[in-house]
């Protein structure tokens, strides 16, 4: 069963900085990945998908990049800002028509 | 446009009652998806529709779980003889199959 890792649990940056969120599965066996972002009592909203195929996608001040065959991904969110705080999940997609998520990483952006 | 919608937003239920969760997909949308979020959990896959397929209930937990989606769009998770930990954030979710999912704000249940 594909298992996903979000590494590390939660994090705290000063505003303006630099940081990448990390996500690893065991099952390299994907059709794609996504990032998603989660606020207190709020749904997800998507941010980026990766295909198999693809190595990196981008998106404003974020960019997702996925090596399939060691299983890892990273969300890279320059020049943080407060807005930016929320927990972050990544979750693969497998044949079996499911995403599987990982538990998510709390990123805290101190002003 | 309109994204996913759910409701109701919160729901109190007492132990033992049944409960009936809706929602609406993005128009168009083939995929719907129905996760739950325990507290302190990651997301919990239910059961996915794709078109007019079987669906995949390999997630659902329990016979006290079912869900339905008429016409292609509309789905309904009911949950019968509601225990308290049926107690979670239920979430939606539609997107084209391979394609970004598009979560709804999700329904609060707290089974008392």
């Known amino acids: 069963k594909q298992e996903v890792t979000q590494i590390p649990a939660a994090l705290s940056v000063p505003e303006g900085e630099n940081l990448v969120l990390n996500c690893s599965f065991t099952d390299s066996a994907i059709y794609n990945l996504q990032w998603f972002r989660q606020d207190p009592g709020k749904g997800l909203t998507s941010l980026l998908l990766?295909?198999?195929?693809?190595r990196e996608q981008t998106s404003g001040r974020l960019n997702a990049s996925l090596d399939k065959s060691s299983g890892r991904s990273t969300l890279y969110i320059a020049a943080s800002q407060p807005g930016d705080s929320a927990t972050y999940l990544c979750a693969v997609e497998t044949g079996a028509n499911n995403l599987f998520f990982g538990t998510g990483t709390r990123l805290t952006v101190i002003p | 446009g309109a994204g996913v919608s759910q409701s109701p937003s919160n729901k109190v239920t007492e132990k033992g009652k049944d409960v009936e969760l809706r929602c609406d997909p993005i128009?168009?949308?083939?995929?719907l998806y129905w996760y739950r979020q325990s507290l302190g959990q990651g997301l919990e896959f239910l059961i996915y529709?794709?078109?007019?397929?079987?669906?995949?209930k390999s997630g659902l937990p329990s016979d006290r779980f079912s869900a339905e989606r008429t016409g292609g769009s509309v789905s309904t998770l009911t949950i019968q003889r509601t225990q308290q930990e049926d107690s979670a954030v239920y979430l939606c979710?539609?997107?084209?199959?391979?394609?970004?999912?598009?979560f709804g704000p999700g329904t609060r249940l707290t089974v008392l």
């Open positions: 529709f794709q078109g007019n397929s079987a669906p995949d």
């Open positions: 979710a539609s997107s084209f199959p391979r394609n970004l999912g598009y």
């Open positions: 990766i295909q198999s195929s693809q």
């Open positions: 128009s168009g949308h083939t995929a």
